[in-house]
Structures are given as C-alpha cells and as structure tokens.
C-alpha cells in the first residue's frame, strides 16, 4: 500500500513485486522454532543467513525484471524529507503498544482459527467418520497430494506439506499446524528432519507466497493479474532456491 506514493507506475509494480522477498515478522515464529531446534549453538548465525539470503535473491530477481518486465527508464527518484525530531519516551511507549496490541489481536485471531481448522481437518475422514490413524484423515489426504512436490527438496513429510499450504492462510499458521499435528511433542520435528533438509524448509519458507492479506492487497493495489503474478513468482522462486540449496548440501556431503 505504501507503493502509492510512488510517482512512476513503472518503478511502484516493481516494488510490489520485490517486497515479499523482505521476510515478514510473522515468519519469526518458523525461523525462532526450527533454528533453535536444529541450530541451537548458531541459531542467531542461521537466521541471519535467511535474512541475507533474501535480500540476494530479491536483488537477483530486481536486475531479471528490470532487463525484462519493467525494461525502461525509471523516473529519477526524488523525495522530500521532513524535519525530523527525536520522539519522546510517551509517544514511543504509546506507538509500540498500539502495533504489538494490533499484531497480538490479529495473530491470535488468526491462529486460533487455524488450530481449530487443523483439528478438524486431522480428526475426520473424507466422509466426517472420526479417525484414529492421522494418515488417514482429510488433512493427510490433502497433504500426500502436495508431497511429491518437496520431495525432491528433501523433506517429504506428509505434515510438513501440510504446515506449508495452512502458511499461505498466514504463516504464524505453520508452527500451530506443526504443533496440531505433533501433538504438541515438538520434538518429534528431529524425526521429520535432519539440520540440513530443516533449512532447506526454512529456505522454500522464507521465499513462498506471502499470506492471503498480502496477496489480497497486492489484488486491490494492481488487480487480479498482478496478484496472480506475485503468487507464482513466489511459488517458483522459493522451490527453485530450495532445490539448488538442496543440491548444493548434497554435493558437499550433507544429508
């Protein structure tokens, strides 16, 4: 949204399509728990390495598009800048509880739909016949159906799939859908992973589509088509990067 206050129509369509490439605070929760749990000495250095690894790709992607889509010349960039002053303690404090307030409310919101959803989806059958076999509940028969996809990144597990769809909703989704699925026994991830296919997770989730919002703004923003645009751009880029990362581990030896 902020796109509007730029002059060239050029230079905003490019910046909407750049921006997912900048991870979202909502991707903390994924990056804290995987990191933290694979990478527990160097958890800081990992994350900081998603960080990088995001603004390269985004820079990468920036030179394709402007020697492709948006091949031109961009309007010189000019800005007027305010008088700026140093904020007091009390609009400080006021501004910081308004935006955590906000993201708390929105993300509990959201996550608690997501929970409920994911329970349902694991505990019934196609036909609304309670199950005692996860495999064989509607989430799982929805999650074998996008496997085949990652498996040639790594990590095949029907669960994993799974957390990844429920992250396009919003993607502080994708550590309740794990903890769903767990039981709550998030150490059971040591099985569903090695350190280096955890990464690699990390790697496709730091560049997938953004949530249903962004998505929906980008819609409102430029149109449909646009929307579509970012969506498959994101899409293919994060499991390109996945897969070359995935095949980098491997001819060094990581498994």
């Given at each position: 949204?902020?796109?509007?206050?730029?002059?060239?129509?050029?230079?905003?369509?490019?910046?909407?399509?750049?921006?997912?490439?900048?991870?979202?605070?909502?991707?903390?929760?994924?990056?804290?728990?995987?990191?933290?749990?694979?990478?527990?000495?160097?958890?800081?250095?990992?994350?900081?390495?998603?960080?990088?690894?995001?603004?390269?790709?985004?820079?990468?992607?920036?030179?394709?598009?402007?020697?492709?889509?948006?091949?031109?010349?961009?309007?010189?960039?000019?800005?007027?800048?305010?008088?700026?002053?140093?904020?007091?303690?009390?609009?400080?404090?006021?501004?910081?509880?308004?935006?955590?307030?906000?993201?708390?409310?929105?993300?509990?919101?959201?996550i608690f739909i997501a929970s409920i959803t994911v329970w349902f989806l694991q505990t019934f059958d196609v036909r609304i016949n309670m199950v005692a076999d996860q495999s064989q509940s509607m989430l799982a028969t929805l999650g074998s159906l996008v496997t085949p996809i990652f498996t040639p990144l790594g990590f095949s597990d029907w669960r994993a799939s799974t957390a990844l769809i429920t992250g396009l909703l919003a993607k502080e989704s994708v550590v309740s859908t794990l903890t769903v699925l767990l039981g709550g026994q998030m150490s059971i991830l040591t099985t569903m992973f090695t350190p280096f296919s955890a990464f690699v997770f990390l790697t496709f989730t730091l560049l997938y589509p953004p949530c249903v919002a962004a998505i929906s703004s980008v819609r409102a923003e430029l149109g449909g088509k646009w929307a579509l645009a970012v969506f498959a751009q994101q899409l293919i880029i994060a499991w390109v990067v996945a897969w070359i990362v995935h095949l980098i581990g491997v001819a060094l030896g990581f498994s």
């Open positions: 949204m902020a796109t509007r206050t730029l002059p060239s129509e050029h230079d905003r369509k490019m910046t909407v399509m750049l921006t997912p490439f900048m991870s979202c605070s909502a991707k903390l929760p994924i990056y804290t728990l995987l990191c933290a749990m694979f990478f527990p000495q160097h958890a800081a250095v990992a994350m900081i390495c998603l960080y990088l690894l995001g603004i390269l790709v985004g820079i990468v992607v920036a030179k394709i598009l402007q020697q492709t889509t948006f091949h031109g010349q961009p309007v010189p960039f000019v800005m007027e800048l305010p008088n700026y002053r140093f904020p007091s303690l009390k609009t400080t404090a006021r501004l910081a509880w308004d935006k955590t307030k906000g993201f708390l409310t929105r993300a509990f919101s959201i």
